[in-house]
């Protein structure tokens, strides 16, 4: 099964940034919520989650299996932290807008992601 690394990179208040290798290759940047001591919208812990691809949820990508304690965990677009309750959000490049931590292009992210990410995939999630 393949595996993407999941880097996290900047860890604020507001959020996290990270990045999408395959391999070497950046493949996406990512916006996740910050840590918090509420587990619905605090960022996943690290580790290694098997991803399927979704057609059930809200937005029907990929769901992340197994996440302790939680349920219904997406990769989807959006590009502010108000855009996700613990799940994962994946854009082409880190910004600030709107006063607020960013990623950009996050539908057509999302569109070419869908064609180079199998189904099936395993995501590791690590902090630099």
Not at 17 to 38: C, M, V, Y
Not at 82 to 111: H, P, R, Y
Request: some cysteine; overall charge positive.
């Amino acid at each position: 099964m393949n595996r993407y690394i999941l880097k996290r990179e900047i860890i604020a208040n507001t959020a996290i940034l990270g990045t999408l290798f395959d391999g070497d290759k950046i493949i996406a940047r990512s916006l996740e919520n910050p840590h918090r001591n509420s587990i619905k919208d605090s960022a996943i812990p690290t580790g290694i989650y098997r991803c399927t691809k979704d057609d059930t949820g809200i937005f029907r990508y990929w769901k992340l299996i197994n996440v302790v304690n939680r349920s219904n965990i997406e990769i989807h677009n959006g590009n502010f932290e108000a855009d996700t309750e613990g799940c994962i959000l994946f854009g082409k490049t880190w910004s600030i807008m709107k006063n607020q931590l960013a990623v950009t292009s996050s539908k057509e992210t999302m569109s070419k992601l869908k064609k180079i990410l199998p189904d099936n995939f395993e995501l590791e999630i690590i902090e630099s």
